[in-house]
């Protein structure tokens, strides 16, 4: 079992930054890929950023060059950067935990406002 909790959410200006972060908790000890992902209301849940334990990462085409995802394997945390944020970058973003064997673990969320 792995607890997964998100933070550094909040409210920011159109072209502004923020860094989210995510801690995982528990079960650890096979803690193998971790990722971003944002719903907004109506719409689905969509991958933003993910990275694996060796950390190769890859990221929505509408992120890319303004995000960046890194992790701390040694605090079991992963982050992720945005820069140059966009009114169509607000939504609830989600971090997603996974094991080997694959199991897949969500946080709560975190809501992210830019006003434009």
């Known amino acids: 079992q792995i607890h997964v909790v998100e933070s550094g959410g909040g409210l920011v200006q159109a072209g502004g930054s923020l860094r989210l972060s995510c801690v995982a908790s528990?079960?650890?000890?096979?803690?193998?890929?971790m990722a971003w992902y944002r719903q907004a209301p109506g719409k689905q849940r969509e991958l933003v950023a993910a990275?694996?334990?060796?950390?190769?990462?890859n990221y929505a085409d509408s992120v890319k060059g303004r995000f960046t995802i890194s992790r701390d394997n040694a605090k079991n945390t992963v982050y992720l950067q945005m820069h140059s944020l966009r009114s169509e970058d607000t939504a609830v973003y989600y971090c997603?935990?996974?094991?080997?064997?694959?199991?897949?673990?969500w946080g709560q969320g975190t809501q992210v406002t830019v006003s434009s």
């Open positions: 528990g079960n650890t000890a096979r803690l193998n890929g």
């Open positions: 990275i694996t334990s060796g950390g190769s990462t």
């Open positions: 997603n935990a996974n094991t080997i064997p694959l199991r897949s673990y």
